[in-house]
């Protein structure tokens, strides 16, 4: 048996090659969809008094809180209030159930205020917001854990007596803090300030860039292990109360964006603290009448895909074809080279290009045949050619509906080689989400609509989830 050598002029895959995605039309389900990209649910912790600003840190959630710290002693301000903020700890089940609420350590809660705080990444060095007995004003105090015991908290060097110091939060590699200040008093209003840390001295504070800093107040800040930054601002552009914006840190030129609704509301949306994949988190907010300030967790329902890989399938498996041996000869005036490629197509000559419609497995059969009477003369050669699915990414659905007719859309024919298919979520170009690999849409509104599908994808030799996107355009008619 001669050997057949076939050059692949283009066969589609861009990866590896495929595994079908588990779930089926047959056997998936069609979930709701939704306006909103994340879910918020309000923590069981918290009380009927204010409870706000949460830090996540090993298994604890701490966060600031106006609850009574003891059952026998109610401390009252000179405004009357009771309501005297100290921190408190609590212990994490799940990232939504926790237990055993208590007050953080009596060397840092006193009977003054004691607020927004961060801590490094050891958690022996605490940086919080409280009332300095001298002035009233607010100042950002630090403290050490030194032999199972916090040192007395002492004011950080940058804080003039002037002027209100908050809501510290520190750069990952701890050499910038960056806190919200009315230093610039004549604006009557809070900006957001920085402070580097060299030689063991904080440096007087400088102000944040124009970018952050505009007309409106600046406060909360956190800054994540990515060096983004999140505040909550009042601008007029937002959704009314403070608002949670982010930035990242790493560019200059790096936009100032918002978060939408539902974790953005009309009420406060304030004190932030967000995990390493910027998808999940805690926030405060007062949004619920019944409520002071609560704390919610929120999860992203439907990331954003936008950067993540794309794949262009095409559906053409076209070969070159040709016999070693055979090139050494000619066709001579009474007989021919005749390939037969077992689809039921055939082709002459030396050399020849062939394109299946679809990959399967081919005989294909190389034949020396008459000229005049297409008697095969000699079977030169024969050989199986199995063609794969290629990796394929891919939208089924129509290409128009009319306005309000039912879209079911399915990703029966997603294969990647060497990948698991783990989630799928879906961006319909309409301000509408969902997720699965099976999902129904109405469009409300005649127009041409985007429809954009993120895949998490897990590649079986290395574990890690690789993120996939695909993208279709579907036109969308009045209804007659």
């Keep these: 048996m001669k050997t057949i050598h076939f050059y692949i002029l283009f066969f589609i895959s861009t990866t590896l090659l495929s595994q079908k995605y ?38 604890q959630l701490l966060f600031v809180s ?8 109610t401390y009252i301000d000179k405004n009357g209030e009771s309501e005297i903020t100290d921190l408190f700890s609590s212990l994490r089940i799940d990232s939504i159930r926790f237990k055993n609420v208590k007050s953080f350590d009596a060397t840092i809660n006193t009977k003054y205020y004691e607020g927004p705080f961060c801590l490094n990444k050891k958690g022996n060095i605490i940086y919080f917001t409280a009332t300095d007995k001298k002035t009233s004003l607010l100042k950002i105090y630090k403290s050490a854990y030194i032999n199972n015991t916090w040192s007395k908290p002492e004011i950080l060097s940058f804080c003039l007596p002037q002027y209100s110091y908050c809501h510290p939060s520190l750069s990952p590699n701890e050499e910038l803090i960056v806190f919200a200040s009315n230093i610039n008093s004549e604006k009557n209003k809070m900006d957001l300030f920085i402070s580097e840390y060299n030689d063991g001295i904080w440096s007087p504070a400088i102000a944040m860039s124009s970018k ?10 956190f800054i994540n292990s990515k060096n983004i930054l999140y505040y909550s601002s009042d601008k007029k552009t937002g959704k009314g109360g403070l608002d949670i914006y982010y930035t990242n840190l790493n560019s200059d030129t790096s936009s100032i964006k918002t978060f939408p609704f539902p974790i953005n509301s009309s009420a406060d949306d ?4 967000i995990d390493t994949t910027s998808e999940t988190g805690y926030f405060s907010s ?38 070693e041996r055979s090139l050494e000869s000619k066709d001579t005036l009474d007989m021919v080279f005749e390939w037969d490629f077992g689809d039921g197509k055939k082709g002459r000559g030396l050399k020849i ?35 794969e699915k290629p990796d394929q990414l891919v939208i089924d659905c129509q290409d128009s509906i009319n306005e309000n007719q039912s879209l079911i859309i399915k990703t029966d024919n997603c294969y990647l080689k060497g990948y698991k298919l783990n989630e799928m979520y879906w961006s319909f170009g309409d301000g509408k989400y969902n997720s699965g690999p099976l999902v ?15 895949l998490l994808a897990k590649n079986i030799d290395s574990d890690k989830i690789e993120k996939f996107k695909i993208e279709k355009n579907i036109i969308v008619t009045k209804k007659k």
């Design 22 to 59: 588990s779930d089926t039309l047959g056997n998936a389900s069609l979930k709701r969809e939704d306006s909103t990209t994340s879910k918020i649910i309000r923590l069981n912790i918290n009380s009927n008094r204010s409870d706000f600003s949460p830090v996540v840190f090993n298994n």
């Design 66 to 73: 106006g609850r009574n710290e003891s059952n026998t002693i």
């Design 212 to 221: 952050i800093n505009d007309e409106a107040n600046q406060i909360f800040p």
């Design 270 to 273: 304030f004190g932030v603290w």
């Design 286 to 323: 007062n949004r619920n009448a019944r409520y002071k300030d609560d704390i919610y967790y929120f999860s992203k329902r439907i990331p954003e895909f936008k950067n993540w890989k794309k794949i262009n399938t095409k559906n053409t498996f076209c070969y070159n074809f040709y016999e």
């Design 353 to 387: 290009k062939h394109c299946f419609e679809k990959p399967g497995e081919y005989l294909i059969q190389l034949n020396t045949v008459n000229k005049v009477s297409g008697e095969v003369f000699v079977n030169e050669t024969s050989s199986t050619l199995l063609i």
């Design 440 to 454: 129904k849409h109405f469009y409300q509104t005649p127009g041409t609509y985007k429809i954009e599908v993120g």
